[in-house]
């Protein structure tokens, strides 16, 4: 089981990235600690949610007066280094290579931006090995349904925080499948990418489809979901197959920025206003679109559907378009719906590449769920403001303090950007002993600095790993820098306060001692600060288990193993005082993956993929042993022989070879005549006598390969 640290805020909101950095300066060790303060000319800018397109959020951004500022990322330009162009095809598609899933209906819920968001994991997950297009099957009703209900756990530290509906009276522009009136529900509350990433980045899934699957083709279909969710309460909040590592958004970028960003991220998850009428049919069963409706800024703004784009074709004609609307060039993106396969052409259309209201692309890179055993967090889903001191660098930090039971590593640092070319710095201060980070040690060696090219989401993995003891404190501090060359501020991502938008309630708190601001030799504690309701910057610390907070040592012979699926193997830890066995226990990372005996050790591969398996002695020590999944071997054969001359008394050493992705630990070798040559376990034949015989290799699954032995 993973382990989710401190507490977690919900915000369902648009498209925010954090690039981390560390302090620019060094932090003066007789700083100020200061609780009641305010930061001279600190700017703070709002998301706010401005419509609700028929389940798709859209948002404004306003300064502290409620004006609104004019910021759509377009001044955040990549440098000329970065645009240029590597070489793409001109047409590409991500079904050709069984990158991409099957098309999936949305049934009667406004669920499109979980939709868009899971299919666009799924296909990264694919492209990345961590799962194949018969396996790759995400929840978009667990991603759906633990955006918009808060932790019910009232002894949480996360208690009171997240995304509730509030009430029946919503806006006109809320889609209610119920009916106006009724009570609205978490699939039909809307959301965008932000709402995916924001859940997705606290470890709340994503999850299996079959541990929670969607189903919505009636309002009654839909009832029964929820009615199951809610029998599910907390139990399946932090089950996950993958964790999300990194979204960019590539909305001011280039074509072939994009078109890159698919052949090695896979499908990209975006937004578009979508009208029946943009079709060359003028109804849902049309193959091209392009709508003249609405037009530049006020086209996205309109954007009321997510979809997910798969593929492009440049030489796509623009005759195929609605004539008397039709662009005025050729190209289209290939676009993956969520409306099932009778709409459309089987669930896919056209978007020409001049259509203006597509916007909100990001990718969704995810990774195993093995890589980290626990994240430190406060906030559970993103930001609501953000702050800046215009013309200069800003830092901010979070302060944790580990578990008491395990000597932890800390390995990587996450964090949200919302402008492209962000440059920052990360430190890591251990083992403070006050409040402030300037209280503790930094950790030099775990500095880095560099910069994120696109707003989004961000994990960084330090250069070196972070040593932290058993329940003490250390801190992570970002420093966003000022880029005087284009004038883009370093804006601090934070929670904010809470708000009430179109039926939704979205709430955010903090303690005292969480989460800080530093300024003019100063720490300002966020959750103190007397101008404005700051609350946690969404700052994210991610460690591994190490040694358990007592003398005896748990430990592995080996620190890995390699199975197939169906495979079985036994792990032996071993004590470093002289307990029986019997005193340590087992359990696995991910069950899904990898099963183990809680008492014997024995593990099974059940599916392709990774896990952590932890043994852990009756005294609370634990060591930790990595095991990688693979496919059974369909075949198998020999290496370097399939036929071998050998003279009496000589020896020689046959192995197993695998095709790729293929894999079996335990390999048998027999002699069909052991008179006249023989095989040990790992391999080596030797010669006895004249004659022949046939040295045979087993893989467990009963896959064979022989060896034609003839002794001279």
């Not at 990158?99 to 968001?117: E, L, M, P």
């Not at 009756?618 to 999944?629: K, L, Q």
């Not at 197993?656 to 293929?662: A, I, M, N």
């Not at 040295?695 to 001279?712: E, H, M, P």
Request: proline share 3%; hydrophobic share 30%.
């Amino acid at each position: 089981m993973k382990n989710i640290y401190l507490k977690k805020a919900f915000c369902g909101a648009l498209a925010a990235g954090v690039a981390i950095a560390g302090l620019n300066a060094p932090v003066q060790t007789d700083a100020k600690t200061t609780t009641k303060k305010s930061i001279d000319n600190m700017s703070v800018m709002s998301r706010v949610v401005s419509k609700n397109n028929d389940g798709l959020l859209r948002y404004s951004y306003v300064d502290e007066n409620g004006k609104k500022i004019d910021f759509d990322g377009s001044s955040a330009s990549l440098p000329s280094t970065r645009k240029k162009a590597t070489s793409v095809p001109s047409s590409y598609d991500l079904r050709k290579y069984g990158q991409t899933t099957s098309i999936k209906d949305q049934g009667v819920t406004g669920s499109c931006w979980a939709f868009a968001a899971v299919k666009a994991m799924e296909s990264n997950s694919i492209l990345n090995g961590l799962n194949t297009i018969e396996t790759a099957d995400y929840s978009e009703s667990h991603l759906t349904w633990y955006s918009y209900n808060p932790i019910t756990n009232t002894q949480s530290p996360m208690y009171g925080d997240g995304c509730s509906i509030k009430g029946t009276d919503l806006p006109s522009d809320v889609f209610n499948p119920f009916g106006q009136g009724q009570t609205l529900n978490a699939y039909d509350a809307g959301g965008n990418a932000l709402s995916a990433i924001f859940t997705l980045a606290a470890w709340s899934g994503a999850e299996k489809e079959e541990a929670a699957p969607f189903n919505a083709d009636t309002t009654d279909k839909e009832q029964e979901m929820i009615n199951t969710m809610t029998a599910n309460g907390e139990s399946l909040r932090y089950d996950s197959y993958v964790h999300l590592q990194n979204a960019d958004c590539l909305d001011y970028t280039t074509r072939s920025t994009i078109k890159k960003a698919i052949m090695n991220q896979g499908a990209l998850n975006a937004s578009l206003y979508y009208d029946a009428s943009g079709f060359e049919t003028n109804t849902n069963s049309g193959k091209s679109y392009y709508q003249t409706t609405y037009t530049g800024n006020i086209a996205k703004q309109a954007a009321n559907h997510c979809v997910t784009i798969i593929g492009w074709d440049d030489s796509y004609s623009k005759d195929n378009f609605k004539e008397g609307s039709r662009p005025s060039s050729n190209g289209a993106w290939l676009i993956a719906n969520s409306y099932g396969t009778k709409y459309n052409d089987g669930g896919y259309f056209w978007l020409s590449y001049e259509e203006p209201s597509i916007s909100d692309i990001y990718t969704m890179a995810v990774e195993t769920t093995a890589n980290y055993e626990n994240i430190y967090q406060y906030d559970g889903n993103g930001w609501s403001d953000a702050v800046s001191i215009p013309g200069n660098d800003f830092t901010g930090a979070n302060v944790f303090t580990s578990s008491s039971s395990f000597e932890e590593t800390l390995n990587a640092v996450s964090f949200y950007t919302i402008s492209n070319n962000q440059k920052y710095t990360i430190k890591v201060y251990k083992n403070l002993t006050g409040n402030t980070p300037d209280t503790g040690t930094l950790a030099s060696a775990c500095t880095i600095s560099g910069t994120a090219d696109y707003s989004g989401y961000h994990t960084i993995k330090l250069p070196t790993s972070c040593t932290l003891s058993p329940g003490s404190k250390f801190a992570v501090a970002i420093t966003y820098k000022y880029d005087a060359s284009t004038k883009n501020q370093a804006y601090i991502p934070i929670e904010g306060r809470s708000e009430l938008n179109s039926g939704v309630l979205y709430s955010y708190a903090s303690e005292p001692g969480q989460s800080y601001l530093y300024n003019d030799n100063s720490w300002i504690d966020c959750a103190t600060y007397d101008d404005r309701t700051l609350n946690n910057i969404p700052i994210k610390a991610f460690t591994s288990n190490g040694i358990a907070a007592t003398n005896t040592k748990v430990s592995f012979s080996k620190k890995s193993v390699k199975i197939g699926k169906g495979e079985t193997y036994t792990l032996k830890a071993k004590l470093s005082t002289k307990t029986d066995s019997s005193s340590i226990s087992y359990k696995s990372s991910n069950n899904k993956v990898v099963s183990v005996n809680n008492t014997t050790g024995k593990i099974k591969g059940l599916s392709k993929g990774s896990a952590r398996i932890t043994a852990i002695s009756n005294d609370g020590n634990i060591a930790t042993y990595s095991v990688n999944v693979y496919k059974a071997p369909k075949r198998i054969s020999s290496r370097p022989y399939k036929r071998k001359t050998v003279r009496r008394g000589h020896s020689f050493t046959v192995k197993v070879r695998f095709s790729k992705g293929y894999y079996s630990k335990k390999i048998k070798f027999s002699s069909s005549r052991k008179s006249v040559a023989t095989v040990n376990s790992k391999g080596k034949v030797k010669a006895k006598r004249r004659g022949r015989t046939t040295i045979t290799l087993k893989a467990f699954n009963g896959k064979k390969a022989r060896v034609r032995v003839t002794v001279r």
